[in-house]
């Protein structure tokens, strides 16, 4: 069972820049490959970016089109934390923001492919 705790988020103006943690319990993210979700009121939860380590210094990254330049996903060294680091926000990045983690191999861009999630933390960017 993999425990997955979000922080990071709140409110922030367009433009400015915003770091999400994901703790996971124990060396989550050597076992497990981690992805950024976000759902804003209304819509349907949406892939952000997604990180799977192939070897201890070798990582495959995705990024969904609207994020991509603006953030980035990374792990600590100990793979313990996954973070998503935001930057030039947007009024239309303004959303509840999910870590996952799922088992297989390979960077994972639907909800599904994931097993385990984080209670979610919220992003809101003003104008």
């Known amino acids: 069972q993999v425990q997955l705790v979000e922080s990071g988020g709140g409110l922030v103006q367009a433009g400015g820049s915003l770091r999400l943690s994901c703790a996971g319990s124990?060396?989550?993210?050597?076992?497990?490959?981690a992805g950024w979700f976000r759902q804003a009121p209304g819509k349907e939860r949406e892939f952000v970016a997604a990180?799977?380590?192939?070897?201890?210094?070798?990582?495959?990254?995705g990024y969904a089109d609207s994020v991509k330049g603006r953030f980035t996903i990374s792990t600590d060294n100990g793979k313990n934390t996954v973070y998503l680091q935001m930057s030039s926000l947007k009024p239309e990045d303004t959303a509840v923001y999910y870590c996952?983690?799922?088992?297989?191999?390979?960077?994972?861009?639907?909800?599904?492919?994931?097993?385990?999630w984080g209670q979610g933390t919220q992003v809101t960017v003003s104008s």
């Open positions: 996952a983690a799922k088992a297989d191999y390979g960077v994972g861009y639907a909800a599904g492919d994931y097993a385990y």
């Open positions: 124990g060396r989550t993210f050597t076992t497990y490959r």
């Open positions: 990180i799977s380590w192939r070897s201890s210094t070798t990582a495959y990254l």
